[in-house]
């Protein structure tokens, strides 16, 4: 994910655009400072690609601008996972693309509130760290087609977590692949997603505060064992969930 930070000598609207969808722009109240997210998906190929930026200002005049935006792969590796045989059929990539889906447009949601504004996120659980983000995943005999888009914490059943920073909660649903699983909307839309859980203790609705216990680890879903499954997602796009955590 990348951000991008402009001033300008009078007060304009800016709007930008990358690989043909539409970025939130955020403005001071003066409207001369802006900050421009640029979530990037995973799996998205190694070059430059055109960030297109327009400012218009009170009288109408409009000013447009490029910005070449170079992508880096992250060089997440590979691994393969044995699923047991009751657990093959959720290898089916569609529904892997269905409740990426799902996911996607729940947090392609916009609210007011930022309840971030006071810190970064923090991890929701102290456990080792079972599988980073980012690396190709492929099942038995696969081939290794589904990127992994979130962080593995190793757990017993049972274990506590927390939420990884203050907000909503927008859902809380079981769900083919990921089980269990709650998600937190931190505003401005920045959500994130706690999967495989065990036990769930909060319901939508309900506002959360940093470090809140929400749920317990667990091997609920697509799973070779008890794990919690964390995911951060800006704008409809899954990202590095460690650019969320300070330090």
């Known amino acids: 994910m990348g951000c991008l930070a402009l001033e300008t000598a009078q007060p304009v609207n800016l709007n930008a655009s990358f690989q043909g969808a539409r970025?939130?722009?955020?403005?001071?109240?003066?409207?001369?400072r802006h900050t421009v997210r640029v979530p990037i998906p995973l799996g998205t190929a190694e070059g430059s690609d055109t960030l297109f930026l327009a400012l218009q200002t009170a009288d109408g005049t409009e000013t447009t601008f490029r910005a070449e935006v170079r992508v880096v792969g992250g060089g997440y590796g590979e691994e393969r996972l044995e699923?047991?045989?009751?657990?093959?059929?959720?290898?089916?990539?569609?529904?892997d693309a269905s409740e990426i889906e799902q996911l996607r447009t729940l947090t392609s949601g916009f609210s007011e509130r930022w309840y971030l504004a006071e810190g970064m996120m923090t991890f929701p659980s102290t456990t080792l760290v079972s599988a980073p983000y980012g690396i190709r995943r492929a099942f038995n005999d696969g081939p290794a087609d589904r990127f992994h888009i979130g962080v593995d914490f190793i757990g017993a059943p049972g274990t506590p977590f927390s939420t990884s920073g203050p907000g909503v909660v927008v859902m809380v649903e079981t769900l083919p692949i990921r089980g269990q699983t709650t998600v937190i909307d931190h505003g401005w839309g920045v959500y994130s997603v706690y999967a495989h859980q065990n036990d769930r203790v909060v319901q939508p609705g309900m506002e959360v505060l940093?470090?809140?216990?929400?749920?317990?680890?667990?091997?609920s879903g697509r799973t070779t064992g008890s794990h919690l499954h964390w995911e951060v997602w800006v704008d409809g796009v899954p990202v590095h969930p460690r650019q969320w955590v300070d330090g």
Do not use: C, V
């Not at 940093?210 to 091997?219: D, F, K, L, S």
């Open 23 to 32: 970025l939130r722009a955020f403005a001071s109240q003066d409207r001369q």
């Open 210 to 219: 940093a470090g809140q216990i929400i749920g317990t680890i667990g091997a």
């Open 83 to 95: 699923l047991q045989p009751a657990l093959l059929p959720l290898a089916d990539p569609s529904l």
